[in-house]
């Protein structure tokens, strides 16, 4: 019998985000990600769609490098259907950044019963020539310019920081009021337009971000050289702070921290350490064979393996010293300066 699974007992918001996560990664690896935007740039690239009121992870994919498609969809488009087709006809809007909006993924997101709200880069096809042109030059504090198509999508430009565009199957253009911090106006504060479209990108984008915040507290830190470990760690990260978030949903109250710890101490209940004779460590030789034959270092065909030193590796000292190099007639794995002529020059090459 098959257990149930967190979509299948979850119930999320009107709103949901999609975004992606980076789990740290530095080793070789054909699809090893860099994102020079992300607090560490190089590691796997996971796609995540979150519930964006609380950051709960509902479905992630991870990216194993580039996959062509047969229905005509672009990589973006085909990977949000992927990630919001259990979600269909649910009236629900998925918020999205410039990298994943287009005209033609927000129209079948439409006809599949699915809002769209997000930014949009300037050259999509389909957008209104003065947005692909560049011909809107507005200054900050100018007044938004809006565009409709049809009765179901329409886009903003609109000067904040910086120009930005907005593409949407669920804003109108509605204005709002909103009170933003300002060295010169009196106060501290003034009161700026804002359109609505804006408004909900900025509110109901940050899902998979809260969702990367916790699972950062208490990253595994260990450095990893297998791909798969990180997917591993990734996929405990994402199973814990969800049961957090459910947790605290639930009208419990307790630390990130302690409930850790309490998860813990439930899979080791019961829990009784089998007793086993560890493996002996290679007695010290007796005979003097070791310093009269003769001897030739060599190193271990997997490059990855890396053996405590027999000679200045000692775990009980918190001394941990491991190689690639050992005695090929000896057998014994030791560094090959100086330990190498050490053990093969003193009785007592421990002293």
């Given at each position: 019998?098959?257990?149930?699974?967190?979509?299948?007992?979850?119930?999320?918001?009107?709103?949901?985000?999609?975004?992606?996560?980076?789990?740290?990664?530095?080793?070789?690896?054909?699809?090893?990600?860099?994102?020079?935007?992300?607090?560490?740039?190089?590691?796997?690239?996971?796609?995540?769609?979150?519930?964006?009121?609380?950051?709960?992870?509902?479905?992630?994919?991870?990216?194993?490098?580039?996959?062509?498609?047969?229905?005509?969809?672009?990589?973006?488009?085909?990977?949000?259907?992927?990630?919001?087709?259990?979600?269909?006809?649910?009236?629900?809007?998925?918020?999205?950044?410039?990298?994943?909006?287009?005209?033609?993924?927000?129209?079948?997101?439409?006809?599949?019963?699915?809002?769209?709200?997000?930014?949009?880069?300037?050259?999509?096809?389909?957008?209104?020539?003065?947005?692909?042109?560049?011909?809107?030059?507005?200054?900050?504090?100018?007044?938004?310019?809006?565009?409709?198509?049809?009765?179901?999508?329409?886009?903003?430009?609109?000067?904040?920081?910086?120009?930005?565009?907005?593409?949407?199957?669920?804003?109108?253009?509605?204005?709002?009021?909103?009170?933003?911090?300002?060295?010169?106006?009196?106060?501290?504060?003034?009161?700026?337009?804002?359109?609505?479209?804006?408004?909900?990108?900025?509110?109901?984008?940050?899902?998979?971000?809260?969702?990367?915040?916790?699972?950062?507290?208490?990253?595994?830190?260990?450095?990893?050289?297998?791909?798969?470990?990180?997917?591993?760690?990734?996929?405990?990260?994402?199973?814990?702070?969800?049961?957090?978030?459910?947790?605290?949903?639930?009208?419990?109250?307790?630390?990130?921290?302690?409930?850790?710890?309490?998860?813990?101490?439930?899979?080791?209940?019961?829990?009784?350490?089998?007793?086993?004779?560890?493996?002996?460590?290679?007695?010290?030789?007796?005979?003097?064979?070791?310093?009269?034959?003769?001897?030739?270092?060599?190193?271990?065909?997997?490059?990855?393996?890396?053996?405590?030193?027999?000679?200045?590796?000692?775990?009980?000292?918190?001394?941990?010293?491991?190689?690639?190099?050992?005695?090929?007639?000896?057998?014994?794995?030791?560094?090959c300066i100086p330990c190498f002529e050490i053990y093969h020059t003193r009785k007592d090459f421990r002293s």
């Amino acid at each position: 019998m098959s257990q149930p699974t967190y979509l299948e007992h979850f119930l999320p918001g009107g709103y949901l985000s999609i975004d992606e996560s980076l789990a740290p990664f530095k080793g070789r690896i054909s699809y090893r990600q860099y994102i020079p935007n992300k607090p560490r740039k190089w590691g796997i690239k996971f796609w995540m769609l979150c519930d964006a009121q609380t950051g709960f992870c509902l479905r992630w994919r991870q990216y194993v490098g580039a996959e062509g498609q047969d229905n005509g969809d672009s990589a973006t488009e085909a990977l949000v259907k992927q990630l919001t087709e259990p979600f269909y006809n649910t009236d629900r809007v998925i918020v999205m950044d410039n990298y994943y909006s287009s005209v033609k993924l927000y129209e079948d997101l439409s006809r599949n019963g699915l809002g769209a709200c997000g930014t949009v880069r300037s050259n999509r096809r389909g957008l209104p020539e003065e947005i692909r042109r560049g011909g809107l030059h507005l200054a900050k504090g100018d007044d938004p310019v809006f565009f409709a198509k049809g009765r179901e999508m329409s886009a903003v430009t609109w000067h904040d920081v910086k120009l930005v565009n907005v593409l949407s199957t669920v804003s109108s253009n509605d204005l709002k009021q909103k009170q933003i911090r300002s060295k010169n106006a009196e106060g501290g504060r003034r009161t700026i337009q804002k359109p609505a479209t804006v408004d909900v990108y900025n509110r109901f984008m940050n899902g998979v971000d809260k969702m990367d915040q916790r699972m950062s507290y208490y990253r595994y830190p260990h450095k990893k050289i297998k791909g798969y470990r990180v997917t591993y760690h990734f996929t405990m990260e994402v199973a814990l702070v969800n049961a957090y978030i459910a947790f605290r949903m639930a009208g419990h109250k307790m630390s990130t921290r302690d409930f850790r710890c309490r998860v813990i101490e439930g899979l080791l209940n019961g829990y009784r350490a089998s007793r086993y004779r560890r493996t002996p460590s290679p007695p010290i030789a007796d005979n003097e064979a070791r310093l009269t034959e003769r001897h030739f270092p060599a190193e271990f065909e997997d490059r990855q393996h890396r053996p405590d030193c027999y000679v200045c590796s000692d775990r009980r000292r918190g001394r941990r010293r491991q190689t690639r190099t050992y005695c090929r007639q000896c057998g014994l794995a030791m560094c090959c300066i100086p330990c190498f002529e050490i053990y093969h020059t003193r009785k007592d090459f421990r002293s």
